[in-house]
């Protein structure tokens, strides 16, 4: 399994869910969990995803969801789940 982390943060919109799932669904990459939150107009969401069966590289997800995010107003990364968890580590 070739899990990454896709985080997107920004102001609350509509479609920003949709979009950013059906990207990914696009890709061929399984959502293996999701997290989402809104605090005060501020939108946070988390997925954990299994790029296993992705049409193409990491870079090619990276620049496609990157794209998305400037369309829909909000900022898409997209990370190997090792090196998430790396950087996270304290």
């Known amino acids: 399994m ?5 985080t997107v943060i920004g102001a609350d919109s509509v479609g920003i869910v949709a979009g950013v799932t059906k ?3 696009l890709q061929n990459i ?13 939108f946070d969401m988390i997925l954990i995803c299994d790029m296993e069966k992705a ?3 990491l870079k090619d997800v990276q620049d496609a969801l990157g794209m998305l995010g400037k369309e829909l107003g909000v900022d898409v990364r997209v990370q190997l789940a090792d090196i998430f968890y790396a950087m996270h580590r304290i």
């Open 2 to 6: 070739k899990k990454i982390v896709v």
């Open 55 to 57: 049409k193409g590289t």
């Open 23 to 25: 990207e990914l669904a």
């Open 30 to 42: 399984n959502i293996l969990d999701i997290s989402q939150t809104i605090l005060d107009g501020i």
